[in-house]
Antibody, heavy 124, light 110 residues
Framework: QVQLVESGGGVVQPGESLRLSCAVS????????MHWVRQAPGKGLEWVAV????????????YYGDSVKGRFTISRDRSRNILYLQMTSLRTEDTALYYC?????????????WGQGTLVTVSP | QAGLTQPPSVSKALRQTATLTCTGN????????AAWLQQRQGHPPKLLSD???NRPSGISERFSASRSENTASLTITGLQPEDDADYYC???????????FGGGTRLAVL
């Protein structure tokens, strides 16, 4: 079955960096677009980034939410089935539970697989 | 990025029907529809309906989704205690090149 296991969260100070990982299993990793979605304590869901599936003719492209553009980088290691989120210049407003999410590989995709999340706390 | 609009809360009695709404614009909901997610307290979200209004395997027939122009709706019939949860809509915005979420609706089953 689809499994997504996040790790790498922790407590950091503003301006510091952190790298989140998501180990995936149960499906062909490179055939699916993968996302990071975050949820601040007591708040709603916020989309962070996507890395598109890798088709025959193109490498997966990445897109980012406005609040993280230029600071966060999403990537994947196909050989190890791991999704990453490199976070730099962290701010207090980046404090959230970060979910690794799979998107269905259908024409109108949706978020059909979620990990349990890893908590990032940015505090002075 | 502008998100989708959902009512913050809805309260309904057991066994009644609840209809939750999600309003966007022609670049997101009106373009490619919206998906619906349920999040119970302390758990990650779960997909209830994709952007074609189809239920994934294992999701009860009591959940049905539809769309009219820029507004998506999720109807839950025969409300049960386990339906007490937060519900989010999500859509791809073709002008922002970004995914957007609604702020979520807290459904209380009384």
């Amino acid at each position: 079955q689809v499994q997504l296991v996040e790790s790498g969260g922790g407590v950091v100070q503003p301006g510091e960096s952190l790298r989140l990982s998501c180990a995936v299993s149960g499906f062909t990793f490179s055939s699916f677009s993968m996302h990071w979605v975050r949820q601040a304590p007591g708040k709603g869901l916020e989309w962070v980034a996507v890395i598109l599936y890798e088709g025959i003719h193109f490498r997966g492209s990445e897109y980012y939410g406005d609040s993280v553009k230029g600071r966060f980088t999403i990537s994947r290691d196909r050989s190890r089935n791991i999704l990453y989120l490199q976070m730099t210049s962290l701010r207090t407003e980046d404090t959230a539970l970060y979910y690794c999410v799979r998107e269905t590989n259908t024409p109108l995709g949706a978020f059909d697989g979620w990990g349990q999340g890893t908590l990032v706390t940015v505090s002075p | 990025q502008a998100g989708l609009t959902q009512p913050p809360s809805v309260s309904k009695a057991l066994r009644q029907t609840a209809t939750l709404t999600c309003t966007g614009n022609r670049n997101n909901v009106g373009d490619q529809g919206a998906a619906w997610l349920q999040q119970r307290q302390g758990h990650p979200p779960k997909l209830l309906s994709d952007r074609n209004n189809n239920r994934p395997s294992g999701i009860s027939e009591r959940f049905s989704a539809s769309r009219s122009e820029n507004t998506a709706s999720l109807t839950i019939t025969g409300l049960q205690p386990e339906d007490d949860a937060d519900y989010y809509c999500s859509a791809w915005d073709s002008s922002l090149y970004a995914w957007v979420f609604g702020g979520g609706t807290r459904l209380a089953v009384l």
